[in-house]
Nanobody, 121 residues
Framework: QVQLVESGGGLVQPGGSLRLSCVAS????????MGWYRQAPGKQRELVAT???????NYADSVKGRFTISRDNVKNTVYLQMNGLTPEDTAVYYC???????????????WGQGTLVTVSS
């Protein structure tokens, strides 16, 4: 089975920075897009940022200019550098990827378990 494991969440003060990582493991042939979503208390899960295999990125308006998504295709890892954090960024952040398993011919969507980011004084 293909799995995504996030790390890097924690408590940070407003204006601070945090870097999240997500590693894909298992029998993987290739990975198309990778991305980050978040779900704040009482809110629906929303897109934060995505990145395609060729490096094309997409960001939510709320994080544009503050967050940067990147990936390492050798390590099957996607990162989210978060700068200028505000309390409104507090949420569980989920890794997401479109993965082609080694024995498959179709891509499938895979989600990580989530990592909590808390922005507070």
């Amino acid at each position: 089975q293909v799995q995504l494991v996030e790390s890097g969440g924690g408590l940070v003060q407003p204006g601070g920075s945090l870097r999240l990582s997500c590693v894909a493991s298992g029998s993987i042939r290739s990975i198309d897009y990778m991305g980050w979503y978040r779900q704040a208390p009482g809110k629906q899960r929303e897109l934060v940022a995505t990145i395609t295999n060729d490096g094309s990125t997409n960001y939510a308006d709320s994080v544009k200019g503050r967050f940067t998504i990147s990936r390492d295709n050798v390590k099957n890892t996607v990162y989210l550098q978060m700068n200028g954090l505000t309390p409104e960024d507090t949420a569980v952040y989920y890794c997401n990827a479109n993965v082609l398993a080694s024995t498959r011919t179709r891509y499938l969507e895979v989600w990580g378990q989530g990592t909590l980011v808390t922005v507070s004084s």
